[in-house]
């Protein structure tokens, strides 16, 4: 009977082991199923750590925002959004080095938005007086741009800041070429379009091609560009861009050429001091000369 007895205590102890031998196994190698199961529970659960980052990010509070964003990719570590935004909570908080780290992984993941990333980049290393580094990633950003003027002026000031005056000046050119026209608003609108979209599809291909042949400009005939126009003639960054590019002209003794631009400066801007100051300075120097 003794016997009996424990052979039936047996049989359920190795049951009792059996049962946790098969759950073990199937924890460890995880199949397909059990994997479908689990992952939408760990995506929404990683979606809500990282959207309270967002909220500590946005009242700068950059150590509760790094840490909820850590707390999300140990669970999603391919969660872009988490990704970027650990990135701009270590760039906020001064933690550059961390922050290229964390963009430069971002950027290995193929993002939808490369520009953005570049562009932080860009401004880490300007501010931590990396000229060169800073003007290549400005000039990447305006290659993935959209809206490429800002990257340019960026780069542009840069350059000048150096004596790199050829540089600068056809980067402020690039700028006012780039300029939110109607034109380059709706080419913006198609690129933002393209980004989007699979480059396998039709779409996309009919998209490029419509801005690679620049045929989206026979479509504005239906817009008003009167706004635009306006804007554009009261543009205090275009006039900006203007002065500087007369600036740099004058650094080169093109005087003539200055003048241009500087009084296209001060046509948008009548109070704009700098470029009156240079402006009297080039005619200063027109009468030096004469």
Not at 133 to 138: R, T
Not at 275 to 282: E, F
Request: glycine share 4%; with cysteine; hydrophobic share 35%.
């Amino acid at each position: 009977m003794r016997s009996t007895e424990n052979k039936i205590i047996s049989i359920a102890i190795y049951s009792v082991w059996g049962i946790l031998i098969i759950f073990g196994v199937l924890t460890l190698i995880q199949p397909a199923w059990l994997k479908e199961l689990s992952e939408p529970g760990k995506d929404v659960e990683a979606r809500s750590i990282s959207d309270k980052g967002d909220n500590f990010l946005k009242n700068k509070q950059y150590p509760s925002a790094i840490s909820n964003y850590i707390q999300a990719l140990k669970i999603v570590p391919d969660l872009k959004k988490a990704i970027a935004n650990l990135g701009i909570a270590y760039q906020k908080s001064g933690q550059y080095s961390k922050a290229i780290i964390v963009f430069n992984r971002l950027l290995e993941m193929d993002p939808e938005y490369p520009d953005i990333i570049y562009f932080n980049l860009a401004n880490i290393y300007e501010n931590t007086g990396k000229t060169d580094e800073a003007i290549k990633y400005y000039l990447l950003a305006a290659d993935a741009s959209a809206n490429p003027e800002d990257d340019y002026q960026r780069a542009g000031r840069l350059y000048m800041e150096n004596n790199n005056l050829d540089k600068a000046i056809a980067c402020f050119i690039k700028a006012v070429d780039n300029k939110r026209t109607i034109e380059n608003a709706y080419k913006s609108m198609l690129i933002v379009q393209e980004q989007s979209i699979s480059d396998t599809t039709q779409e996309y291909r009919q998209i490029s091609t419509e801005i690679e042949s620049e045929s989206y400009k026979n479509n504005l005939s239906g817009y008003d560009a009167s706004i635009y126009n306006y804007l554009l003639a009261h543009d205090i960054n275009l006039a900006k861009t203007y002065n500087n590019i007369g600036y740099c002209l004058a650094l080169q003794k093109n005087y003539e050429e200055s003048i241009q631009y500087l009084k296209s400066a001060i046509q948008i801007d009548p109070s704009f001091k700098d470029a009156k100051n240079n402006l009297r300075a080039v005619e200063g120097f027109i009468e030096k000369e004469k």
